[in-house]
Nanobody
Framework: QVQLVESGGRLVQAGDSLRLSCVAS????????VGWFRQAPGKEREFVGA????????DYADSVKGRVGISRDNGKNTVYLLMNMLKPEDSAVYYC????????????????????WGQGTQVTVSS
């Protein structure tokens, strides 16, 4: 059972940058695809981006493409989400999720394909 813990969320101003971290409890996490999702009040959970276990494959939602980057440090069992030029509409609880699947074998943009989830970290962007 992989446990994920997100951190780094806070109140920022529009235009700021923020880096979120997702730390896993086990080194087997290094073989997992990791996705980032977000959920604003009253809205469905939304795909933000995903990274393959090698770090060589990445995918981003159109709504954030060009403003975010995902990276991972397998030596630290950690995946990062760097967000730039933040907008008020980026405000949400951000979740990381992991699945033990090869890239392309499952739809990494869909929440239910992930086996493990963190508890989320709140990002609030003021205008």
């Amino acid at each position: 059972q992989v446990q994920l813990v997100e951190s780094g969320g806070r109140l920022v101003q529009a235009g700021d940058s923020l880096r979120l971290s997702c730390v896993a409890s086990e080194r087997t996490f290094n073989n997992y695809i990791v996705g980032w999702f977000r959920q604003a009040p009253g809205k469905e959970r939304e795909f933000v981006g995903a990274i393959s276990w090698t770090g060589l494959r990445r995918d981003y939602a159109d709504s954030v493409k060009g403003r975010v980057g995902i990276s991972r440090d397998n030596g630290k069992n950690t995946v990062y989400l760097l967000m730039n030029m933040l907008k008020p509409e980026d405000s949400a609880v951000y979740y990381c999720a992991a699945m033990n699947t090869d890239w392309g074998q499952a739809d990494h943009r869909v929440p239910y394909t992930y086996n493990f989830w963190g508890q989320g970290t709140q990002v609030t962007v003021s205008s």
